[in-house]
């Protein structure tokens, strides 16, 4: 699979997709390499195209909580769409990472200059963000843990 | 198909391991006549003596011999979680419908499990490891809560070199090297042709509800999602109704079923 076809770019019309990729380079990063930290400025993002980030944060004590991981299509940071572009997590690379890194800026003037655009990556971050937090909830629900039914199992 | 047995058999244990801090794998024997051949998906009810029997999926099949994991979540599958080699269980079954795996020949296969609902998926694994000309591409998906509860990790490793064998936690620890997020996460990267693959679901209900609606909207076709599903299983063959779910008794017409059945039976509150 390639990200030109899946992931998030798969939820742009061809169009606006070659719009997105006409202000991305690409990049790579070793392993270990951090990518941001909580509450940093949130200027740029990333599509990955192979390797594996790790989400995390910084809990005061304890060693930091890897909280989710990303891999090949999915999109890396949504904290540069909204005010006040602050990163919410930190990201690591846990593997060689090749990744098209995009300029926020950049990004943000086109959306307010076309629209159209606009629209579709506003709609297509909103859907990695709605599918997150799906996931998100289910892991609240802790269904792996022992269950509570009280019946003589 | 010959009728299951309905008293219980005795059989001895004859290996106990360890899988996790609540969980062990123990192969039983027939210590006198066998019960009739189980399929992958089928169940047996296992007696502890003096304590009560509950359904036990089958997670592997070796001729006579049964192999099932259990958790112990009572005082039932606590008493068969501590058995050790050489005791003995009452054994009835099979009970319930399998995975039909025949039925997915030429398919690629998607294997989605969520915590010990990768026990009763396990002999189907094995099957199709053993019958790869029958089959297409192979992907394992596995997600638990913590490294520590992923069930057979030595056989995940040893299936990789046949299939894709994909593993995630909700919670890692420092030296969990897979993916942290729920199982559905997973699905990006498996290998498969949504218009020609069955999968095969088992776990909690809300883990098998998310992962066939994402099937579904990946393409594949409703009919060839199978999900396995529990209620309290009693007698094991349709009469005392404690399994029902709407028009089901899952001890007869499941515990596998069709996500075409299934889905809207989930999404009722109480049945």
């Known amino acids: ?153 | 198909m010959t009728a299951p047995s309905a008293v219980p058999l005795p059989y001895r244990v004859v290996s106990h391991r360890d899988e996790t801090d609540d969980t062990a794998t123990i192969v039983l024997e027939p210590a006198g006549a066998p019960l009739p051949p189980f399929a992958p998906g089928q169940f047996a009810m296992v007696y502890a003596f003096g304590v009560g029997d509950v359904p036990l999926s089958v997670c592997g099949i070796d001729g006579n011999r049964l192999t099932h994991t259990v958790r112990a979540v009572g005082a039932i599958s606590s008493a068969l979680r501590a058995l050790r080699p050489g005791d003995c269980v009452g054994v009835r079954g099979p009970f319930g419908t399998g995975w039909g795996l025949p039925e997915a020949a030429g398919d690629d296969l998607l294997v989605v499990a969520g915590g010990i609902g990768l026990a009763p998926l396990r002999p189907l694994v094995l099957a199709a490891l053993a019958t790869p000309e029958r089959y297409g591409r192979l992907n394992v998906l596995v997600g638990a809560r913590e490294p520590g509860d992923l069930l057979y990790p030595a056989e995940l490793t040893g299936w990789q070199a046949d299939a894709r064998v994909l593993t995630t936690v909700d919670r890692a620890d420092e030296r969990w090297q897979g993916d942290v997020g729920v199982v559905t996460t997973l699905l990006d990267r498996a290998s498969f042709d949504p218009h020609s693959a069955t999968a095969f679901v088992c776990g909690p209900e809300p883990m098998i509800r998310a992962t066939a609606d994402d099937l579904v909207q990946r393409g594949v076709q409703p009919d060839r999602i199978r999900v396995s599903l529990e209620r309290t299983m009693h007698c094991g063959t349709g009469h005392c109704g404690h399994c029902q779910l709407g028009p089901l008794l899952l001890c007869r017409d499941g515990p596998v079923v069709t996500w075409t059945r299934a889905r809207s039976l989930l999404l009722v509150r109480e049945l």
């Open chain 1, 1 to 153: 699979m390639t990200t030109e076809a899946s992931g998030f770019l798969a939820t742009l019309a061809p169009a606006h997709r070659s719009r997105l990729l006409a202000l991305a380079r690409e990049v790579s990063f070793p392993a270990g390499v951090r990518l941001f930290e909580e509450d940093g400025r949130a200027d740029r993002f990333w599509i990955v195209r192979s390797g594996s980030v790790a989400l995390d944060i910084h809990v005061p004590g304890r060693r930091t909580a890897v909280v989710e991981t990303l891999g090949e299509g999915e999109l890396l940071g949504w904290s540069w769409l909204f005010e006040p572009y602050r990163w919410h997590l930190g990201a690591r690379a846990r593997s060689a990472l090749l990744a098209a890194e995009f300029d926020a800026p950049k990004v943000r003037e086109a959306c307010v200059q076309d629209p159209g655009f606009g629209l579709a990556v506003n709609h297509g971050v909103a859907q990695v963000i709605a599918r997150r937090l799906k996931a998100t909830r289910t892991r609240l629900l802790d269904l792996y843990g022992p269950p509570d039914t009280g019946a003589a199992r």
